[in-house]
């Protein structure tokens, strides 16, 4: 299909896949709106079987708007997610930029409701959900609270990432000119995000419009040391409050040293996790 008949959309979904077809099919089949007026961008980091459009279409209807992107080898997410970015700047004119992970699912009002937010609030550049975790092995999900108005959420951000990375959508006339930052591995998106809420204001809808899948085998899990580390230069050099940086990395440094097993524990605590039956 021509990029021309893109030119004009409101959102286009950025989606990375490394060797993870079915959770990519899934994603794309929660997404609910005009399909005239969204496009998924798949950018398949070097996966082993490689990501084929004929492949996608034959489990998703042919009205989907999906562009592929095939790297030859695995260049990691942060290379994977900028490579979209400059994909999509580059090719199509969209309002909104949307992120979902391979396997997570949208609630079908997602989309509606992140888009009415931002239109009735021009001054928000950067929007996130809260979202349910889903154990992929037992099935169990849990709720993600997190405060809602910009000044909370900047203060938060010293303790976690406020923005559940595939709950986020942002406005490309504001913020066509950021990219995910390569110096913190596997924190990217708390490197960005922070960038961001520094210089635009943010907000956090208070409903629950994704189901982020907890995967034990996936790179969050596998790279937990890497990613703390890199969450303590997140707030070292993003942070301004010299009290709330100290405060946030004696956090991250006890999250370093305790087993995981208990610190999981302590989030259903901390985060005001709430175990429920249902899912979005």
Not at 5 to 33: M, R
Not at 65 to 77: H, P
Not at 115 to 127: K, S, Y
Request: aromatic share 12%; glycine share 6%; proline share 4%.
């Amino acid at each position: 299909m021509g990029n021309q008949l893109y030119s004009l959309l409101d959102i286009c979904v950025l989606i990375p896949c490394h060797n993870n077809i079915q959770g990519l099919i899934d994603s794309i089949k929660s997404i609910n709106y005009n399909h005239q007026q969204f496009l998924v961008l798949v950018v398949d980091d070097g996966s082993f079987e490689a990501v084929t459009r004929s492949t996608l279409y034959q489990h998703l209807p042919a009205s989907i708007n999906i562009q592929l992107i095939r790297l030859q080898q695995n260049l990691g997410i942060t290379k994977a997610l900028n490579e979209g970015l400059e994909f999509i700047y580059a090719n199509f004119h969209a309002r909104f930029i949307a992120r979902l992970d391979c396997g997570d699912i949208c609630h079908p009002a997602r989309f509606y409701k992140q888009i009415a937010f931002l239109e009735n609030n021009p001054d928000t550049d950067l929007l996130g959900t809260w979202c349910y975790f889903k154990d992929a092995d037992t099935g169990v999900a849990y709720e993600y609270i997190t405060p809602t108005v910009h000044g909370l959420i900047e203060r938060s951000m010293y303790f976690r990432n406020v923005f559940v990375h595939p709950t986020v959508m942002w406005r490309v006339k504001s913020l066509s000119g950021y990219r995910y930052p390569e110096k913190y591995p596997h924190a990217e998106d708390y490197g960005l995000f922070y960038d961001i809420i520094l210089h635009k204001k943010s907000a956090i809808i208070n409903e629950f419009l994704v189901t982020c899948e907890i995967n034990k085998g996936g790179i969050s899990f596998q790279n937990r040391t890497k990613q703390l580390k890199s969450r303590l230069k997140v707030i070292w050099d993003y942070g301004k409050n010299k009290l709330w940086v100290a405060a946030g990395t004696v956090k991250l440094a006890m999250l370093l040293t305790l087993p995981y097993r208990l610190i999981y524990r302590v989030k259903q605590q901390m985060y005001r996790y709430k175990p429920i039956t249902r899912s979005a």
